[in-house]
């Protein structure tokens, strides 16, 4: 089951690597005022936490041959019996829910950033 857990940990990461770029990127494009760039982050950040967590509180009924770990696994390791499908769904929520805590993480440190620059005046317009 430890496979399952890192084929997982894999696929969550990489999604939530393509949704840390796209908030990079929007980030970049308000670099001309670091305050509302930080706020624009810790905005897009929260948003992403949030997904991340109706996806753990989804991912326990989701059937497992419906997502993309089950894709990447051997059939030698995928889940057969009931209880081997609901310990899937519990690694996928315990996935899920992993990131959604660092991204809630991050966001919280972006808004302290953010809130850091208004209270010092950092503005450039």
Known sequence: MEAIRQIAV???????MFGALAIGLVMLSFSFDPAWAFRAGAIMTLFMAAVLLFKAQTAKHKQPSRTEVWIYLDD???????HAVSYFGKILSEVYGRFAQVSLMV????FVVSQTFFAIGFSFY
Do not use: E
Not at 10 to 16: E, I, K, N, W
Not at 107 to 110: I, K, P, V, Y
């Open 10 to 16: 894999f696929c969550v990461g990489r999604a939530v």
């Open 76 to 82: 030698r390791i995928k889940p057969k019996n009931d």
């Open 107 to 110: 966001a919280c440190g972006m």
